[in-house]
């Protein structure tokens, strides 16, 4: 008896506890056009208890207690929504409409859809990221009609304002881009990755890109500028990443096939597989590219292989590996004097220069949703390359080849490294705020040597006498440890404020030596020098950063940030062995701020622009000057310029203005317009002749524009290039003299034609690169693989056919 009493009070108090609670159940849709809007932020703040909105827009929260609440809904790309009830014990059902940010205009509609023109943003909070009040770029590649299988830079980055674009490559295996006067050589100004890690020779020490995924692979490329390099690093340019295509959900392999053929022996062929099995996912390719060059002696082998593999491991939680290989043999025609240009942009003196690199990248990627308020992110990578230079440089680049050893230089680079991100949406008071901070360990180690090499013609990339003739030899370790925080505060739906903070340690080593062999006129060897040296470098600082993002209107977003910014001096700049230049050793970091204030639209079907003003304050800005040493030879010398001021007006603007006129019709007629106006001036210098002096690499003016036309599957595109003059050192000498190294590089105007056509599973696309076949260039070379001016390509075809199964 007394058992059946205590189970019936135990039942009471179940019953009691079970109807004491009440479940909160709903689904959201969009106000505009009722479509269920998946990954909603649903919290109910008494209780703390949240989740999100899935594919139906459906959610549930299956126990809330008696009493008064308040839930809380938000969305990255919608108003936030607040709604007050009172649970009784039964279930609570809510339908909401969430209003975007966007409204009707007229006869225009304007509507939440990724955009057909190439072109868009990062969204306030998206991807383990911060962007709210950012500067933020966008390319999606599948959505250009462009040369894609020679990766044409000057194509696909062609709506993103101010960048300016090395083009001595016509084979898109080097991307090389700088903006508002930041070298553009291997995009080292930037802080360059794939997939959110690391892609280049070392971030700091080294920051070379000598590899660029092919675009043919890529869905997404972020650019992103100003504050927000603070959540990547210290760089003035900011960040580039090209995230990969990602997996086909649907199928459980889709396979395209894409060959590519075109001017100057020039062909490509890329095939990637994809797809889902259960919770396995997968994605990757293999490419191959050769040609020979529009100039002679100019020759080229690729061979790039990806493969990105994910495992769901739960709702919650999932991994990720990626393995990146790539290779390529390049011969190298040297570069040109001002004469040798006029004369023949397309003449080679030399045959016996080679370059090599191979590049190993391994990354793990780890994801954990926690909750709907919680996310953590690590990424673990790592790095195993070399690139080698073989040739020929002397330093009057007109000088006959005479079949002497060639000069010979190797760089080994082991490298890796660890980020964790974890991100935090909170509520203060009534609106909810993002919080990330996030960590960062890298370790870094390059080996670099120079020496004499093989008097062959051949890619024999072996010392002639490694014991003897090898009079360059360091080794250069880099350790670097950094921790951030960034806070979005909501102070209502109109405006939002984004203070960021970031702490770095840099070390970084020199530890080798460096000599030089002294010859008679016979060419031999009668003294060979070494000199050890070691030096070390360590430091540590904090930066800061401020976004702010006011937005009047549903259709607009007014935006302005401020950030301080830190470039470490390179292994470069540390020791360096070119017959044509001397490094100061006094050399130090360069620090500075950069300011951008805009105003921008949301991404719509229909129209899209970005006009903002930027202002760049760089100090101990390091460069390259010319002057005369005892014998009256001419050197550049490379160390703290003085300080430099950087400002101008940045504006994209982009409209399919038929389908403005007519929005009933199935043609489409895209116009866009993007320019940069940039005033540059050395406010300070220590160096005669710099004060006063245009910044190196910023043309006052750098126009793109073009137009797109679009019938159902067919597509065609024009685009139009022009840059003005602008100078390669700082005392803004013009002639090149016998070297070519330095002097200005004259202003061009490049036009460039494409078409696409899409029929069943087959897809077709032509290109003209270069349509008036001008002859231009847009580099001279320090050092490999010039010196000297390294002319661009002329006018060049290209056919491309696609199959998808």
């Not at 058992?3 to 004491?20: D, E, G, P, R, Y």
């Not at 903002?612 to 000057?625: A, K, M, T």
């Not at 793109?704 to 005392?731: I, P």
């Amino acid at each position: 008896m007394k058992l059946k009493v205590f189970n019936i009070f135990i039942f009471c108090l179940i019953m009691t506890k079970t109807l004491a609670q009440a479940q909160l159940s709903g689904i959201i849709i969009s106000k505009k056009d009722s479509l269920p809007l998946q990954g909603c932020t649903i919290y109910v703040t008494k209780g703390a208890q949240s989740t999100t909105s899935d594919e139906q827009g459906k959610f549930v929260i299956p126990t809330i207690s008696l009493g008064n609440h308040t839930v809380h809904i938000s969305h990255p790309d919608f108003k936030s929504y607040q709604h007050s009830f009172k649970a009784d014990g039964q279930p609570v059902i809510l339908k909401v409409e969430l209003h975007n940010r966007e409204n009707d205009l007229q006869e225009v509609t304007v509507t939440e859809k990724q955009s057909d023109f190439g072109y868009t943003r990062m969204r306030g909070v998206e991807n383990m990221g911060i962007y709210e009040g950012k500067k933020t770029e966008v390319i999606l590649p599948d959505k250009l009609v462009a040369n894609l299988a020679t990766n044409n830079a000057r194509q696909v980055y062609a709506r993103v304002p101010g960048l300016n674009i090395y083009e001595n490559d016509g084979a898109g295996l080097q991307l090389s881009i700088g903006g508002r006067g930041l070298d553009p050589n291997r995009s080292s100004n930037f802080n360059v990755r794939q997939n959110g890690y690391d892609i280049s020779a070392d971030a700091l020490g080294y920051p070379e890109s000598y590899y660029t995924p092919p675009i043919e692979s890529v869905g997404r490329i972020q650019i992103i500028r100003g504050a927000a390099s603070l959540q990547y690093g210290t760089q003035f340019g900011g960040l580039l990443n090209f995230v990969m295509k990602k997996p086909v959900e649907n199928r459980k392999m889709e396979l395209v096939v894409r060959q590519s053929s075109g001017s100057f022996g020039f062909y490509n062929s890329f095939t990637s597989a994809s797809g889902t099995v259960g919770k396995l996912s997968y994605y990757t390719f293999v490419q191959y590219k050769r040609g020979d060059g529009w100039r002679s002696n100019s020759h080229f082998n690729n061979v790039t292989v990806f493969s990105n593999v994910n495992y769901k491991i739960s709702e919650k939680t999932k991994v990720g590996i990626d393995i990146t290989h790539m290779n390529y043999l390049a011969q190298q025609p040297g570069g040109q004097s001002d004469d040798m240009f006029k004369t023949n942009p397309r003449q080679s003196n030399r045959e016996r220069n080679w370059f090599k690199v191979n590049w190993n990248m391994l990354a793990l990627n780890f994801d954990h949703k926690f909750n709907s308020m919680n996310e953590f992110n690590l990424r673990l990578f790592g790095l195993s390359a070399f690139r080698y230079s073989l040739g020929f440089r002397p330093n009057r680049v007109a000088t006959v080849d005479d079949n002497s050893e060639r000069d010979l230089i190797k760089g080994n680079f082991t490298n890796w490294g660890a980020e964790a991100r974890y991100l935090k949406r909170h509520y203060i008071g009534k609106m909810q705020s993002v919080l990330l901070v996030g960590s960062r360990y890298y370790h870094g180690f390059n080996h670099s040597l120079q020496g004499a090499g093989s008097n062959g013609k051949d890619a024999n990339f072996n010392f002639a006498d490694a014991d003897k003739l090898v009079t360059y030899d360091y080794r250069f370790p880099n350790r670097n440890v950094s921790v951030f925080a960034e806070n979005v505060l909501y102070v209502n739906d109109l405006f939002s404020v984004t203070p960021g903070v970031r702490f770095e340690y840099i070390n970084t080593i020199a530890d080798g030596y460096y000599g030089n062999i002294s010859r008679d006129l016979a060419g031999n060897i009668i003294n060979i020098s070494k000199t050890d040296e070691y030096r070390t470098n360590g430091r540590q600082f904090v930066i800061a950063g401020l976004g702010l993002s006011y937005k009047p209107a549903p259709y607009l977003d007014m935006y302005g940030n401020i950030s301080q910014n830190y470039r470490s001096i390179t292994f470069s700049d540390m020791r360096i062995s070119n017959p044509s230049s001397v490094i100061d050793p006094n050399m130090k970091d360069e620090k500075g701020h950069s300011l951008d204030i805009g105003i921008r639209s949301y991404q719509t079907s229909l129209y899209n622009f970005d006009v903002s003003g930027f202002y760049l304050n760089y100090n101990n800005r390091i460069g390259e000057v010319q002057f005369y040493d005892e014998s009256n030879r001419v050197l550049r010398k490379r160390g703290n310029v003085g300080r430099a001021v950087i400002m101008g007006l940045e504006s994209y603007g982009e409209a399919d203005f038929l389908r403005l006129l007519m929005p009933k019709t199935n043609f489409s007629g895209v116009l866009f317009t993007n320019i940069a106006v940039i005033h540059s001036t050395y406010k300070e210098s220590e160096i005669v002749g710099v004060k006063g002096k245009q910044v190196e690499f910023v043309p006052k003016f750098n126009i793109k524009s073009g137009v797109r036309f679009g019938y159902k599957n067919l597509k065609a595109s024009f685009q139009y290039t022009h840059l003005s003059d602008q100078f390669t050192e700082a005392t803004n000498a013009v002639d090149g003299g016998v070297t070519g190294v330095v002097g200005l590089i004259p202003s061009y105007t490049i036009m460039d034609a494409s078409i696409s056509y899409e029929f069943k599973k087959l897809r077709f696309e032509g290109s003209v690169n270069n349509l008036a076949n001008s002859m231009y260039f847009t580099r001279r070379a320090t050092g490999y693989p010039g010196p000297g001016i390294l002319p661009s390509d002329g006018r060049g075809f290209y056919l491309t056919v696609q199959v998808k199964i």
